[in-house]
């Protein structure tokens, strides 16, 4: 709907409510109906996946296969297993703080999201309240004042020097003045909607009224969160860099060990078992010593 081109006395007949404000059994009914007033979460990965993740490197992969050749070879010669038990313990050490330096980067950001949950003035039973802004519904008259963090997309009804900070959604870093007069026009860009205020949004001075329109993901800042969630998950250049690095480095590395297996064979003047196990394992080590997986 474009409150933005209705009077005052439309919007609040089309949200059902008044300038007194909605009772609290209205306001119930209405948050049962239309859910919280919050932005919906991306799926979290549980850590089972993410440690699995981990080992999807090329060059991870290399050290498991390493690992393995080298248990086959020492059951076989019946040597030692503690070169697999120090390559296993490299790569899964390597693993768990991958996943540990993961799971404090999502913390930190739940922290923060919580810091920006603030609550907010309502008024309901023509009597001023301050409640969670989740729990806020269309129809709620907000009080506005500088300072405060707009709860939810709304319009605005009443303003005494009302200026916002959209930055957040328009990109305009200065203040805009707000206004109860309707607007003119069929498509009017969000940074002209001088009678509407948008989630996210800061008050930066006076003081007015609004009543909210629309809540949760239904808001502006609900469809750039949709679009976000729907974007593709790309990598980043230093990811892609790194990525080119370690196929690059697998390779050559690969490369080195086939080298040094063909060349110790040749300078052995024979081949037989013992030799072949001997050069192979050579290789092995190569490989191993010269993977960077803490990269």
């Not at 008044?18 to 609290?24: A, F, I, K, Y």
């Not at 805009?176 to 930066?204: H, I, P, Q």
């Amino acid at each position: 709907m474009k409150h933005y081109l209705e009077s005052i006395e439309e919007v609040l007949k089309e949200t059902n409510s008044c300038e007194q404000g909605l009772d609290e059994v209205d306001a119930n009914e209405r948050l049962e109906k239309y859910g919280k007033n919050k932005l919906k979460e991306g799926k979290k990965e549980s850590i089972f996946i993410k440690f699995l993740k981990q080992f999807t490197d090329p060059m991870t992969i290399v050290l498991i296969v390493a690992a393995i050749l080298s248990a086959v070879t020492a059951i076989y010669g019946g040597e030692s297993l503690a070169d697999v038990f120090i390559i296993l313990g490299v790569v899964i050490l390597n693993a768990i703080l991958g996943v540990v330096q993961e799971s404090k980067a999502e913390e930190a950001i739940t922290a923060l999201k919580n810091m920006t949950s603030p609550s907010s003035k309502v008024i309901r039973n023509n009597k001023l309240q301050i409640i969670k802004s989740e729990d806020i519904v269309i129809g709620d008259i907000v009080a506005l004042e500088a300072g405060d963090q707009v709860p939810a997309d709304g319009r605005i009804i009443e303003c005494a020097s009302l200026k916002v900070e959209e930055a957040a959604l328009t990109g305009e870093s200065v203040p805009t003045n707000k206004s109860t007069e309707s607007l003119n026009g069929e498509n009017v860009s969000l940074g002209d909607r001088k009678n509407m205020a948008y989630m996210g949004c800061t008050v930066v001075y006076g003081r007015g009224k609004m009543v909210v329109t629309s809540t949760g993901m239904d808001t502006e800042m609900g469809k750039i969160a949709t679009a976000l969630s729907n974007a593709k998950d790309e990598a980043t250049p230093l990811q892609k860099k790194l990525s080119g690095l370690s196929k690059i480095l697998t390779f050559l590395v690969l490369g080195i060990c086939v080298v040094m297996f063909i060349v110790g064979i040749v300078k052995a003047g024979e081949f037989n078992l013992n030799v072949a196990l001997d050069t192979f394992m050579l290789a092995v080590s190569l490989a191993v010593a010269a993977i960077p997986e803490g990269l």
